[in-house]
């Protein structure tokens, strides 16, 4: 499997508590990755041509080489300047050719969220779907 398929199953899997921050939101998801990616290289606050990724997986393959996955942690993305800073961010890292998966934390404004998937064209994130980038709505583990 490709870096992107293993992160997104993880990802998927992963059932953050209540955390106070995105720091604490990342650290968690590294430690599962660090722990289920054994041979996987993972970097937290990677750099990328300008820009910051939250964690960077680089993940050797067996046939075709190693593969990468850039993954952006967003918490409580709830107004628009968040928005645009988001947007920011995935525009600098190439979404046209590099792999990335946004993961959205806590609370989300699902008009935002919405608006985030429709400008890059997302699978709903309910399955794999092939597609270079996708996103994970996370809710806090205990909040409705």
């Given at each position: 499997?490709?870096?992107f398929e293993d992160v997104y199953k993880l990802v998927k899997e992963w059932q953050p508590e209540a955390l106070p921050g995105e720091l604490q939101y990342r650290n968690s998801l590294m430690a599962l990755l660090?722990?289920?990616l054994i041979k996987?290289?993972?970097e937290p606050e990677y750099r990328h041509k300008g820009t910051t990724t939250d964690i960077y997986v680089k993940q050797p393959g067996l046939l075709?080489?190693?593969s990468e996955v850039y993954v952006e942690l967003k918490r409580n993305l709830l107004h628009k300047a968040q928005?645009?800073?988001?947007?920011?961010q995935i525009e600098s890292l190439d979404p046209r050719k590099n792999a990335i998966i946004v993961v959205m934390c806590g609370e989300t404004n699902p008009a935002l969220v919405t608006r985030f998937k429709e400008k890059y064209d997302f699978a709903d994130g309910s399955s794999f779907s092939g597609e270079p980038m996708i996103v994970v709505v996370k809710g806090d583990a205990g909040k409705k």
């Open positions: 499997m490709s870096a660090r722990q289920r996987a290289s993972i075709f080489g190693s928005y645009d800073r988001l947007v920011g």
